[in-house]
Structure formats: C-alpha cells, structure tokens
C-alpha cells in the first residue's frame, strides 16, 4: 500500500518516538536483571509487593526492544541490521510458542527458571513463572518483528494488526492492576507482573507507531476528515473511560461517594465528555460541508467563467488560424531556402576542401568543373585564365558533361577566346556577369552559346590582389535557370577559388626558396667543415714540425758531411729528405687546404710522368707488398702519355695527392684486382688533342667495389668515408684542395661493381700564374758566433746544437724560456758576448714573444732568430713579432739556419 499523498508533521513525530519505545523496553528488561542480580526489589516489582517479573522476560525485553531499534538502523532496507533484527525476533518467536505448549500439553519446560533459580524458588507454585499472557504476547511481539524486517515492500498491516493485539492484551492486567481485579492480570496461579504489562504495552504502541505513513497507522496521520476524527475522538475515546474509573474508585475507596453516586457521576461525566466532543466534531464537520458547498459554487462560477473564456478564446484562434497558415507557409519557404542554402553551403565547403589539399592549377580546376557539373548541377562548365601578353583567355579546364558542346563552341582546353570580340571585358573587370536569356544578348559570345543550346550564363571573375587572372563560365539549356542565390554561390566560390590558386603559387615559390635555402646550407655547412678541418689541422702542424726538424738537419748534414756515402745509402737519403720535404709541404698547407690558392704561393714548372712514375715507386709496398703478404694479388698497369706537358705547380703537394688517389683505389679492392695509373692530354672542351692549349690529364683507375650516386656526391667532403673506423675522411678533402690551388679541375666516374676512375686535369703552365722570383741565397757565417739556443723540445735542442757545432760555433742550449732568459742573463753578468740567439715560439710558462721581448730590453744590438711551426702562418698575416730580427719555420734547414746566422752577423 502506498503512503498517502499528504501526511501531517506528526508522521515524522512518530518515527522517533517508536524507536524511544524499543528504546524504553530494552532498558526496562536490563534494569529488571539488574534488580534481580542485585536483589533490589523495587527494580523487579516496581510497585512494592507486586509480582515481580521474570528474569527470562526480562531478556525477552531487551531483544525485542533491540530488534525494533535495528529497524531504525536501516534494517527495512537489507543489510546485516536486518539480518540482526530478524535474529533477535526469531528467539523470542520460539519462547512464546514453547511456553504457550508447555500449558496445553501439560509439559514440565522450566525454562523461565534458569535463570536466578535459587531465588525463583522462594515463590509459590508458578508465582514466578511466565504467564501464559506474558508468552502470549512474546509470541505476537517476535512475528511482528520478524514481518517487520523479513519483508523488503512494507508490511505494515500484519505488523501493526500484531501490535494492536499485543498492546490489548498487556491493557487488561494494566487495568486490572489499576481497578486491584486480580482476575485480570493472572490467569489461575500465573499472574503477569506490572513492570512486564507496562513494556508489553510500550512494544506493542512502538510497533504500531514505526510505519505512520502506512496500513492502519496512516488513518491518524492523513489530512482527510476521516483522520482528522480518529486524531480527535480515539484518544479521548481510549483515555476517558480509564481515567474515570480510577476517578470513581479513588474517590469511593476514600468515602467520597456511594458506589451508585460514583457509578451516577461517571456516567453523567461521560455523557457530557463525548455528548460535546461528538458536537464539537458535527460542527467542523458542518463548517467543512459548507466550506466544500461554497466551494463548489465558486467551482462551478470559476467553470462557467473558463468556458466563456475558452469560447472566446476559440473565436480568436479561429480568427488567427488563417494568418498562423500563412506564416507556416511563409516558414516552409523560408526553411527550404535554408535548406538549399545549406546545400550550397556544404558543396561550397566540400569543392573547398578538395582544392585545398591540391597545389597544382589544373587538379584544382578539374575538382572545381567536375564538381560543380555533378552537383549543382550545370551543362557546361569551364575554366579560362588570361593571357598576361595579350587580351586573350585561354581555356585551361572543362567538364566532362559538355565536351560535345565544349567542341561546337571551340571551349575545348586550351582553345583561346577573344575578351573584346566576345563582350567578356565586364567580366575582366572584376564584375559578376548574368545573363538570364542569351538570346536577347547581342554580345558575340552570349549569341554562340545560345546557338549551342545554351541559355543562361553566369561568368564569375578570379581575382588575387584585385588582379583578374581567369573567368568561371557556368551555363545551362534552360533560360532564367539561376537564381540569385546560386549567383552568390559562385561569386564566393570564385573567391575560395581564387585564393586556392594563390596557395598554390605562394605553394610554388616557397618550395624553391626552400630548395635555394637547402643548396645555400650545403654550401654553407661544406664550408664548415673544411673551416674545422683547417683549424684542427693548424693546431697539430706544430706538433708535427718539431717531430720531423731533427730528421731533416741530421739527413741534410749527412748529404752535405758524409762525402764516403755509398750510391745506395745516398739514394735512400735523398729518398727521406724528399719525403720530409713533402711532409713539411703538407703540413704547411693542412690549415689552408680549403682555400684558394694564394697569390705569394712559390709555383714551378712541374713534369707529371716522373712524378707518376715517383708516386708508384714509392706506393709499392701498399699495392704490392702487403696485399701479397694476405694472399692477395693487385695488377699494376701504367701508361704515361709522351707528349704530356708540363704544369706550374708544387710538386709535393701533386705527389701527395696522386698517392692519395693510389691508396684509396687500393683500399677499394680488398680483394684484389687491377690499378691503372694513366696520363694523357686534352683540349680545353675535353677532347684529347696535342695543341698550343692541351691540357694535362692523370688518371687513377681501379675495378674495385664502387660508389653509388649519393657516395659519389660526398665523397669530398671532409670527415665523409665509406672505410669505417678505418678512414678519416680527409684523403679526398686534401685532393681536392690541391686541385683547387693548382686551378685544376677534379671528376669521379663510379657505380657499384664497376669501379671508380678519378681524374685530375690541370691546366697548361701558360695559364697558370707565374712562378716566384728565387730567393737569394747568402753564405754561411764567417766567423764563430756564441749562440743561445732555447726550446722545450730535448730532440730538437739535441740536432740543432750538433749541426751548429760542426759548423764551428759554441752552443748553449736552454730547456724553456725561463731557462733561456735566466742564461742569457747571466751571460751579461759573466761578460761573455752572445752573438744569436734562436728561440721557439711556443713554450709553456714564458713562450718566445716574452723571450724576445726580455732579451732585447736587456741588449737591443742582440739578433733574436724565432724558430716556430706556425712561422709561414706568421708571416702571411703580417703577425710577427716586433722583438724578433729573422723568422724561422719548422721543419728547419741547414741552408735557412747558416742564412740567418749571416744576416744576423752584418748586423
């Protein structure tokens, strides 16, 4: 049953005061075992002499009372509290029914006395026991409380019915305890003590009180008239009597009356009570009959008012119902216009999005054509851009729909139309042309279309920037065929179209500024690298001089000293001094490889065969020796030209690039195979040729593994190798500088498993700039000097004072700068004259700038010789220091030391 719609405060009243019932009654049932346990008897009687109640009632109190608060807990709705209550309810269930069978059967289950026995059995015979009343109720209490929480709907009419039945059953001994009629609350020699009547009575009214808003309970809690009497006439109704009987004992107990006076005034007492409640109650209920009569009349008034509203209400609408029509019909139109717009809207946006992904002229104007003939639709369509040299349009894109009419009207792709002769200079102008009827035109080209079939135009111009640069014909057979909707349509179309087009350029010009750019940071990033490579080169050339000076004076001094040298020792010493002088070449240049060749650099007439000829001898061990040594064998071919003419050149730096070449055709071959070095002549266009201008070519060729075309590419480039952790990448570089300072031209033929050939054509020597003035040559010293040698080199201290001792000098050797000024020093304290003195640049702690320096504030007149690595690079750039008379480079010769020493001596 569903609770009623309206309900007064007094349901949510009634819910707590329940729970303050089960409440009450679990706390009676403890006080009474507390009474029992320690014996007080006012705990158990309540009202001294009366029964006391049981200890197992007792313990029925507090679980019954238990339950109905686990109700409150959420019970009703599952969960372990329902569970609880449910286990609570069942014992008590089993009491009341194993007690009430103990009496009809006639069993001895003396239960209710397990409890507190030794006093239990100072009482009669079933003084002490539990009423048959008492399990009576104990039986109804639990099924209550067991529907209460078993069922999950509310089942309030079999809980609150079992509470009725249990609070009646605990009002009789309640009156009869009242009224002193034994009879009453004991049923022959079990009697229902007070304290258990009073809790039965409370359990059953907390029962019938914990659902309000359903079953029976909901009667007192409605707002209709019906609950309204109960509220008023039950309470009085179920106090009144009671009440006034104890009225009428107490005062005939006490004399005040005889028992007819008393029985005489109760009843008059009563008469007036319910005579006056009961007209109490007719007169609310008159008021409330006539309220309910007035309020039908204005009911009916306010009725009779809305229908003569409703009537002419309905004469207005059917007044409005013609004008509603229209304005439906006018939002029908409206909303197919919409709807069309929205058509063209979404084709708009899709040819949009088709030309947007497209960058080249013609996808875009083919997407446009096809599209707008599908679609829209139109039976010709076509494209046409302007001539920028002439007042021409040429048709760049047409549809497939009207390729018949497009060649009647001579509209096929790249046919041309005459923008004055055919009336479109409006349309060039950057006006929308529309023609609705060409047949009434007189233009040329409106006149041609309306012989084809054609009789509606829209021509829509393409303009970037406010330039004009093409037209958008579109046409129909039908005449008034476009509206003005369509028109807009593609006017913006050609706007959308226009900007496309403008993507596409801006498409074009970015990607070559893009392709520029990347060739610019080719450039750029090459020259980076040889600019690294110069720069790491310039810093170990130092390093490398100092290493191979003592080679080049002792090899010199045993050349120029040892006159008994057999042929073979001669030819090996020459052989070393030659290849320390292509050192020296080498490691002057390895800082400016990559440049261009320098005006100052000392050029001679350089003859190509002995130098090939040189290059072989002196790669034999590469291409011989050691492959042989692995089992590998390398042919060797060579074919030297002639006539082959002579270059202007260096000759270290020519044979330190052809080895290169050598060495790396070599290493192209791990598995062996021919080497072919070749030269031959060539005219200036690269036909071989023996003229004035021939041109010198070497070739160094091997049928090794090759190189594909992105190897080929870089292969120049420094610090690029395809040898693995076993290349540089610095051999080819260094070729190619050396081509560049000989001005001669470098090309590689190569593929994979074909081989590769490099070829150097050098330019002939009267092309080349003219070769240096030979420097002049001075003697040696011709008397013995005092020289101050200062270094930090032990090797090169070492070399440089044997050969200045055998040429008849006295030698000082200093280890460090410090050490050379401190010797110098103490030379002028000891007056010991000190004709030179040569001194290195770079030292640690005090280098050869502040060596010099020293030197000459101490004795100006001393000639300071600075010998140095970077000597050629000091001079170049003007950067020699201001203390020092003669600049030396490393590595040093005989010659330049005895040449300096003489300058030095006239000073």
């Excluded at 009654?25 to 109640?53: C, H, N, Q, T, Y």
């Excluded at 004399?255 to 009570?273: C, K, R």
């Amino acid at each position: 049953m569903d609770a009623p719609p309206q309900k007064l405060r007094l349901t949510a009243w009634l819910k707590p005061i329940a729970m303050g019932h089960g409440a009450l009654v679990s706390a009676g049932g403890a006080l009474v075992l507390l009474g029992w346990w320690l014996r007080v008897d006012v705990l158990k009687e309540i009202v001294p002499g009366m029964v006391p109640m049981n200890p197992v009632a007792a313990v029925g109190f507090v679980l019954t009372g238990a339950s109905l608060l686990c109700f409150r807990s959420g019970a009703g709705q599952g969960g372990i509290w329902r569970k609880l209550g449910i286990g609570l309810a069942v014992p008590m269930v089993a009491l009341g029914a194993l007690k009430l069978a103990s009496y009809a059967f006639g069993w001895n289950l003396p239960f209710d006395l397990l409890l507190f026995r030794t006093e239990l059995k100072g009482g009669g015979t079933g003084y002490f026991q539990m009423a048959p009343t008492t399990a009576l109720n104990f039986l109804l209490s639990g099924l209550a409380l067991w529907f209460l929480h078993a069922s999950r709907r509310p089942n309030s009419r079999r809980v609150q019915f079992l509470a009725l039945a249990v609070t009646f059953v605990s009002l009789v001994p309640l009156v009869g305890y009242l009224y002193s009629a034994s009879k009453l609350y004991s049923i022959g020699n079990f009697p229902m003590a007070l304290p258990t009547a009073a809790l039965f009575f409370l359990l059953g009214t907390g029962m019938f009180m914990v659902q309000p808003e359903f079953g029976m309970a909901a009667l007192f809690t409605n707002r209709s008239p019906g609950g309204t009497l109960a509220r008023r006439l039950l309470p009085i109704g179920f106090f009144a009597p009671i009440i006034l009987g104890a009225l009428w004992r107490w005062g005939q107990a006490r004399g005040f009356f005889n028992p007819g006076l008393g029985m005489s005034l109760m009843v008059v007492i009563s008469v007036a009570i319910f005579t006056a409640l009961i007209w109490r109650n007719a007169i609310l209920l008159d008021r409330s009959d006539h309220r309910r009569t007035e309020a039908e009349h204005n009911l009916q008034k306010a009725h009779d008012e809305l229908e003569q509203r409703v009537r002419e209400r309905t004469a207005e609408l059917s007044a409005t119902n013609q004008e509603l029509a229209s304005q439906v019909a006018e939002r029908q139109r409206a909303e197919d216009k919409v709807r069309s717009q929205l058509a063209r809207l979404e084709l708009l946006q899709r040819i949009t999005r088709a030309i947007g992904e497209r960058l080249d002229l013609p996808s875009i104007f083919q997407v446009v054509v096809r599209t707008l003939e599908d679609q829209m639709p139109l039976d010709f369509c076509c494209i046409g851009l302007r001539d920028a040299t002439s007042d021409v349009l040429k048709v760049a894109s047409a549809g497939l729909h009207g390729i018949e009419l497009a060649s009647v009207l001579a509209m096929s792709k790249d046919d041309r139309l005459d923008i004055t002769e055919n009336g479109l200079t409006p349309c060039v102008s950057g006006r929308l042309v529309y023609e609705p009827d060409l047949e009434r035109s007189s233009a040329a080209f409106s006149q041609r279309l309306a012989r084809a079939g054609l009789h509606s135009l829209v021509a829509s111009p393409l303009a970037v920037e406010s330039n004009i640069f093409g037209v958008l014909f579109a046409c129909r057979r039908e005449a008034n065929s476009f509206s003005s909707a369509e028109c807009e349509f593609l006017r913006h179309l050609s706007e959308h179209i226009a900007l496309a087009v403008q993507q596409g350029q801006l498409h074009a010009a970015l990607q070559q500024a893009y392709d520029d750019l990347q060739q610019s940071q080719q450039a750029i990033m090459q020259q980076e690298r040889l600019r690294a490579l110069g720069q790491m080169a310039s810093g170990i050339a130092h390093d490398i001089n100092n290493a191979i000076s003592p080679v080049t004076l002792y090899t010199e001094s045993l050349l120029e000293q040892e006159k008994n040298l057999s042929p073979r020792a001669r030819d090996y010493l020459e052989t070393i001094q030659r290849s320390i002088e292509d050192v020296r070449h080498t490691v002057s240049r390895m800082r400016e490889f990559y440049r261009k060749r320098e005006q100052e650099l000392t050029l001679e007439t350089v003859a190509l065969n002995p130098v090939m000829e040189q290059v072989v001898d002196l790669s034999r061990a590469r291409w011989s020796d050691m492959p042989q040594s692995q089992g590998l064998f390398i042919e060797t071919a060579t074919d030297l030209a002639a006539d082959l003419p002579a270059i202007r050149g260096v000759e270290s730096e020519i044979r330190e690039a052809l080895l290169n070449l050598v060495f790396n055709a070599v290493d192209a071959m791990p598995q062996g195979g021919k080497l072919t070095v070749r030269t031959r002549t060539v005219n200036p266009q690269g036909v071989p040729d023996g003229g004035a201008a021939t041109r010198a070519v070497v070739e160094v060729i091997d049928t090794g593994a090759g190189m594909d075309e992105e190897t080929r590419r870089r292969c120049l480039e420094p610090f690029f190798t395809t040898k693995g952790e076993r290349g540089t990448g610095l051999g080819l570089a260094m070729v190619y500088g050396i081509a560049q300072r000989h001005g001669a031209d470098i090309q590689i033929e190569s593929a994979p498993g074909q081989g590769t050939t490099v070829r150097l054509i050098f330019p002939p020597a009267g092309t080349s700039a003219p070769a240096s003035a030979p420097v002049a040559t001075h003697a040696a010293p011709r008397s013995r000097m005092r020289i101050l040698v200062i270094d930090d080199d032990p090797m090169l201290l070492k070399s440089l004072r044997h050969i200045l001792e055998s040429d008849g000098h006295v030698v000082v050797t200093a280890h460090g700068g410090q050490e050379g000024i401190d010797a110098f020093l103490q030379a002028q304290a000891e007056h010991k004259e000190v004709s030179a003195v040569i001194t290195d640049l770079g030292m640690p702690y005090v280098d050869g700038r502040k060596v010099a320096a020293t030197i000459k504030s101490a004795s100006p007149s001393t000639p300071v010789i600075m010998l140095t690595g970077w000597g050629q690079r000091l001079a170049a750039e003007g950067d020699v220091p201001a203390d020092v008379d003669h600049l030396l480079s490393k590595p040093l010769k005989i010659r330049d030391i005895r040449q300096a020493l003489a300058r030095c001596e006239r000073l």
